[in-house]
Structure formats: structure tokens, C-alpha cells
């Protein structure tokens, strides 16, 4: 079996989070022990220095200044250039390739050529009642409703003006279509015929370059450049060349903060391992902040939707292997104290938006199976149709594990077990000795009950779920939270522009992408590529206003 490790090794995130939590240490300081008053003046003096401006060694200008080259930064360049201003994109890695927004499988989408071809009727009033109703319309109404008109168009210039083949993906959580989400396969059938990283983007930063759009790459926006309360450009440093970029507008869309240790504890409480962009560690967040920008109130995870996780594997997950995959099957989930935490089914049905926020309650958890249900997994049986096949309360199951039997089951169990990230043990008893959570004993008895008599009298999860743990020996599998990309960041209006404390907008300020707190809500919603829809759309919206506030 072909071994895929996609993120990092604990080793190697951990590296990269020292630096990270160095970067937003002055966003952080409100959140840190008690200290003196010496210390913390001396904290706030460092503060101070972090943010204060620095010489320039050299000046550029344009009219729009967009700093990140991810899914929203590149719309939002698109969108300027279309509307004749001048373009400045600064992005930290080097391409246009890195980020999520041209990674990760496809947008959500309404009202696309390819969903009217196909005779797909949805509409937009109910895509957008949805989204709010599943928000509690805790998000901005206009900005959500903008978001989706653009949706579909966006899919359709990604093929007819820039050349990238897009399709439909099948409906897997159940949105009640064939389709609500786009890819970009040229070949529907094949997944290795997706267009990824520069092959995606690369037509977005050629057609900019044509307007005569400039694109700076290895450059870290450190600070904005602010006058008399409005933002007129960024000050990046490009390794010890310090860089202003001037402009009339600013869209700040450096990614949210996946690869920032320490703010992801904060704003989570547990750590999370990253499956995305680790470039992106929250500056943009800290630096609109710094402008005077409000926070959201809203803060969550993308979850991943294929595997658990835990930074002590080496890699961060294995779709094929079912010491990971057995996270997400619906199978009995524990807290470290050995107690359940929540409906497993609703994990395993809505395992991107429903499994990273019921993650995030389990922090540190655990997923307890018998060697029963590992003999099923490694006879061949697949998930779905071991856990009943239950096509009502299943449905993600059947449409993306049906048929499809794990290798190595055993194998990789063991190897998990030596890793020393699961656990196994003879009895129950040695188990919960094991994990240090003595009170797995009381919930499997109770459990098994339930089992039994096939109704769970806790959480209520279908009984397809109630797989019994009776037969030893036993296993804990050891889990993280692990996210695609964070939610959560700067409250902006429905013009996605940073607003002040009183509510009013910072001028020449826009917010787009995951570092903006308003179009995204946690838990993460229920459609599939929510969050790369609202990446693009509201790129394009960023772009589109910004380029009419310099014309007005």
C-alpha cells in the first residue's frame, strides 16, 4: 500500500511553531501568566519595537496592495486588474502554488453552467437560507448572500477564462443535489488529473502580470502602514531588505494562523495538528489589529474529514490506514478522563464540519475498538457495511468508504501500538490503566449495554454505530484535532472592510480569506468546500470594493 503522510512530522511542525509562536507573541501577551509590572512593561516595550515602523530600503506604490497569493489573494488581484487599477500581491512562500486555495479539492458552489448542464436545481435564496440558518446568522447576511451570487461565475472563469478544467463533485454529506461542489479534474473519473498548486493559479498570476500586475514571493508583511487613521500600504521585509509597499487600498488575506502553535491553543484550548499552510500564522490577524481592527466572535477548525491524527505518527494521517481511520467510523470516542463526549455518528457523517468541532471538544481523545471489529476491517468487510450499512444515517460512509476494504488493518494497528500513539491491552481494565483514564471501565460497561439492547441512551447515535467492544484484546487510538484551515479572525463589514471598535470602517482596509472573521462560521458549515468558496468569493469581493472606494 502506498504510504501518504501529507502535513508534517511532529518533529518538524514543532520547529516551524517555535518560530511561528515567536511571530505572535505580541498578539499573544494579553493571554500570558501573570507577571510583574517591570515584566510586563518590558513586554510591551518588546510589543512596542515589534510593531513600530522600520526604514525602508526601498519604496514601490501601486493602487491596491494585496498581501497573500492564496485563493483569496489571487481573486482579489483578478478582480483589481479587471477593474484597471494597479496591482501589488506579496506572498511569504515561493509561488503562487502554496496555499490552500490551490490545494485543496473544490469550492461550494450555486448556480455554476456546470450544475445548470447538468439540470441541477439549486438555488441561491436556498444555499444562502441554509448557510445562515446553520451560522444562527451569527455571520454578516449581505456579505454571505454576495459570496454565493459569485460562487458559481467563479467556476465558470476558472475554465472559460483561464483555462482550468473544473467538474462536479457527487454529493457525499447529503446537501439534497448531485452536486454542490466543483473540482478541478480534467478527467471527472481521475483524482490524479486534478490541477493543483501553480497549475491552478498559475493562469490567475499570468493574466495579472499581463495587466501589469507585479507579484513579490519570499516577502513577510510585517506591519501597515497607516496615516492619519487610513491604511495606505504594508511593510514587508524580504530577508533583511526592509520593503514598503504603498497603495490606496489594502486586502490583507495572509491565510488565518494553521501554523501558529501557541494561537491555535488560545483561541482552542488544545493543540491542533495542521494539514494545510503552515506560512500562515495569524501576522495578518495581529497586524489589522494592531490598525485597530475588532475580532470576530467566531473561532473553529475545518476538520479533517478523512482520518484522526496525532503528532507523535509519522505524518499527520493516512487515508488507507486504519489506525487513523478508524477515528471517524463512528466507533466508541472517549475523553482522556475515559468518558464519551459526544454523538460518534454525527462525527463520522459530517466528519469536516461536525467532526472538527466535536474534535475540539474531545481535545486529546481516544477511539476504542475490540479485536472483533479490527478482524471485520482486516477480512475484508469496508466500514460502511460493517457498521450496518445503514444509507440514511451513514450517508457520507456510503458514498465514500462502500466498497472500498482497508489493506493492512492488522498491520498497521500494530505499528500504531509501537509507535506509541494507540494501545492494547487484554482487558478493559489494563486498557484504562493504559491511557490513564480509569473510568473507561464504567462507560464500556455501560456501553456495551447500549450495544445490547440497541438504542444509545446518552447521546442517541444511530445503532448502525453501536458496534460492541467485548472480544480482547482492545484497543485506544490516540487522536488530535487536526485542521485543513482555521475560522476565526478580523470582523469586517459586508464590503469586507476592517471595521474600529465603534463599528465604523478602517479606509483603505480590506480583510479576505481565512484571515476574515465574518463569512465563516464555527462549527464549519455543512456544505463542502465552504470555506474555499468564501476564499474566492470573497477575494473577488475585496477586490471589486476596493477598486470602487479608490474611484469613488
Known amino acids: 500500500m502506498t504510504k501518504e503522510t501529507k502535513g508534517l512530522t511532529r518533529r518538524n511542525f514543532l520547529a516551524m511553531g517555535s518560530l511561528a509562536a515567536l511571530a505572535g507573541t505580541a498578539a499573544l501577551a494579553g493571554c500570558a501568566p501573570s507577571a510583574s509590572s517591570s515584566e510586563t512593561k518590558a513586554g510591551a516595550d518588546e510589543a512596542a519595537d515589534a510593531n513600530a515602523m522600520a526604514t525602508a530600503d526601498e519604496t514601490k506604490e501601486c493602487d491596491i496592495v494585496i498581501l497573500g497569493a492564496g485563493g483569496a489573494g489571487m481573486w482579489a488581484a483578478v478582480e483589481a486588474a479587471r477593474a484597471g487599477k494597479s496591482v501589488i500581491v506579496i506572498e511569504k512562500g515561493n509561488n503562487v502554488g502554496v496555499a490552500n486555495g490551490s490545494l485543496a479539492g473544490g469550492p461550494f458552489m450555486v448556480g455554476s453552467k456546470l450544475q445548470q448542464e447538468a439540470g441541477i436545481e439549486f438555488t441561491y435564496e436556498e444555499a444562502f437560507n441554509h448557510i445562515m440558518e446553520y451560522s444562527h446568522w451569527s455571520t454578516n447576511a449581505a456579505a454571505i448572500k454576495q459570496a454565493v451570487l459569485l460562487s458559481g461565475d467563479t467556476i465558470d472563469r476558472f475554465t472559460e477564462e483561464f483555462g482550468v478544467a473544473t467538474g462536479l463533485r457527487p454529493d457525499n454529506y447529503g446537501a439534497g443535489h448531485a452536486s454542490v461542489r466543483a473540482n478541478f479534474q480534467s478527467d471527472p473519473k481521475d483524482s490524479k488529473t486534478q490541477a493543483k498548486g501553480e497549475d491552478r493559479m498559475g493562469p490567475l498570476q499570468k493574466w495579472v502580470e499581463e495587466k501589469g500586475g507585479e507579484f513579490i514571493f519570499d516577502t513577510t508583511g510585517k506591519r501597515l502602514i497607516m496615516e492619519d487613521g487610513v491604511c495606505t500600504g504594508v511593510q514587508c521585509e524580504q530577508g533583511k531588505t526592509v520593503l514598503d509597499v504603498k497603495g490606496k487600498a489594502v486586502i490583507v488575506a495572509t491565510g488565518g494562523f494553521l501554523g501558529n502553535v501557541e494561537m491555535m491553543k488560545e483561541r482552542f484550548g488544545t493543540f491542533v495538528n495542521p494539514l494545510g499552510n503552515i506560512l500562515s500564522i495569524g501576522e495578518g490577524i495581529d497586524m489589522v489589529q494592531a490598525a485597530g481592527g475588532q475580532v470576530s466572535t467566531q473561532w473553529g477548525i475545518a476538520g479533517n474529514e478523512f482520518t484522526g491524527s496525532n503528532q507523535k505518527a509519522d505524518g499527520l494521517y493516512e487515508r488507507g490506514n486504519a489506525a487513523f481511520t478508524i477515528g471517524i467510523y463512528g466507533t466508541l470516542l472517549v475523553n482522556n ?30 477511539a476504542v475498538v475490540d479485536q472483533a471489529y479490527v478482524d471485520g476491517l482486516n477480512a475484508g468487510t469496508d466500514a460502511w457495511t460493517l457498521c450496518g450499512a445503514d444509507e440514511v444515517n451513514w450517508r457520507t460512509g456510503m458514498m465514500t468508504l462502500k466498497d472500498k476494504p482497508l489493506e493492512n488493518v492488522q498491520a498497521n494497528m500494530d505499528a500504531a501500538v509501537e509507535a506509541g500513539w494507540a494501545f492494547k491491552a487484554d482487558t478493559i481494565e489494563e486498557l484504562a490503566e493504559a491511557i490513564g483514564a480509569p473510568d473507561l471501565v464504567n462507560t464500556l460497561e455501560t456501553y456495551n449495554g447500549y450495544c445490547e439492547a440497541g438504542k444509545d441512551e446518552d447521546f442517541y447515535k444511530p445503532a448502525c454505530f453501536l458496534q460492541p467492544v467485548t472480544t480482547g484484546p482492545f484497543y485506544a487510538l490516540q487522536y488530535e484535532p487536526s485542521a ?18 465603534e463599528g465604523m470602517p478602517i479606509k483603505g482596509l480590506y480583510v479576505a480569506g481565512a484571515d476574515n472573521g465574518t463569512l465563516m462560521s464555527a462549527p464549519y458549515c455543512d456544505y463542502e468546500g465552504f470555506s474555499l468558496m468564501c476564499a474566492y468569493s470573497g477575494g473577488r469581493m475585496a477586490g471589486m470594493y476596493a477598486a470602487e472606494e479608490i474611484d469613488a
Open 337 to 366: 478522563q475515559g468518558r464519551r463526549f459526544s454523538n460518534e455518528g454525527k462525527f463520522a457523517n459530517l466528519p469536516l464540519a461536525l467532526g472538527g468541532a466535536i474534535s475540539l471538544v474531545g481535545g486529546q481523545y481516544y
Open 484 to 501: 485543513w484551515v482555521t475560522i476565526g479572525g478580523i470582523r469586517t463589514n459586508d464590503r469586507l472592510q476592517a471595521i474600529d471598535g
